[in-house]
């Protein structure tokens, strides 16, 4: 009870200033829904700093430190499947914020993505991180500040070298407890699926076989949450698919698309409405 009652402060505090406020304050409502949070929980003893008094002062991640890579086969094709997973996220990410900024998402655009998703994944693989994405989490926290500044973006990208390079700055960063920023992570999300409501407005779904696609795909998606038992005896890389939704929805969508759209094609039709000439592409 003490955790969900510090997620649901953490959520009234965010969409109290969200709401009250506009502008700079406004803006910050997700920052300070954090900080308020996390000094409530460090006044009622639920936040523990010793890891901040054991992190180093400064310090570097010695490349290669787990040995200099190996190619083979069956580990390079578990990558490849990870990648996947990471650029069915990471499509679904840029679609999201292209509809948020007012600048839709290209082709062109998606590939840029994917090359930086590759190129940041290669050095971090160096310095022994994990593969990198675009997170949901900053796509929603963009769509409720409504900052859309690629500088912001960079300075926030600063802000986590530092982060990596003094461990006490990133000690003190992860003593913010776990249901302050679940609160926040709800309100985050919460407005990622709604820019994701948006994006599927666009598709035509009247006299089209677009609404079973979307109703399957979502569907297949929450299976791993949903019914996590589901997959629970499957083991080896295909685990590692199953067990994104994100991957499951998104090879479904394009495999119930082929099938009962065919290949995407192109017509010049009138808007019935505006009278308009419009390019109608098949989902």
């Not at 009870?1 to 009234?12: K, Q, R, S, V």
């Not at 599927?200 to 038992?229: C, D, Q, W, Y």
């Not at 067990?243 to 090879?251: K, Q, T, Y």
């Amino acid at each position: 009870m003490p955790n969900l009652a510090l997620g649901l402060f953490t959520i009234i505090v965010t969409l109290f200033v969200y709401a009250k406020f506009r502008g700079f304050l406004g803006n910050l409502s997700v920052l300070i829904g954090l900080i308020v949070g996390t000094v409530v929980a460090v006044a009622f003893g639920y936040s523990n700093f010793s890891g901040v008094s054991e992190a180093a002062w400064f310090e570097i991640s010695p490349p290669f430190a787990f040995g200099i890579p190996k190619f083979a086969l069956a580990p390079t094709l578990v990558i490849m499947l990870a990648m996947l997973v990471i650029m069915a996220e990471t499509t679904g990410n840029v679609l999201a914020i292209g509809k948020i900024t007012g600048k839709p998402a290209s082709q062109t655009t998606l590939g840029d993505a994917f090359r930086a998703d590759g190129l940041s994944t290669m050095l971090g693989g160096v310095f022994n991180s994990f593969p990198y994405n675009a997170f949901t989490q900053n796509t929603g926290l963009i769509a409720m500040s409504n900052v859309r500044s690629r500088y912001v973006v960079a300075s926030a990208g600063v802000i986590m070298i530092l982060m990596g390079l003094f461990p006490k700055l990133g000690a003190l960063i992860a003593t913010i407890p776990r249901p302050v920023l679940g609160g926040c992570a709800i309100v985050m999300f919460g407005m990622t699926t709604v820019a994701g409501i948006q994006e599927l407005s666009r598709v035509r779904f009247e006299g089209t076989k677009n609404g079973i696609i979307v109703a399957v795909s979502v569907s297949v998606g929450v299976l791993p949450m949903s019914f996590p038992s589901l997959f629970a005896q499957v083991e080896g890389p295909l685990k590692l698919i199953l067990e994104s939704g994100i991957f499951l929805a998104a090879v479904t969508a394009v495999v119930l698309n082929l099938l009962l759209n065919g290949l995407p094609s192109e017509s010049i039709q009138v808007d019935s409405i505006d009278n308009k000439p419009d390019v109608e592409p098949s989902y």
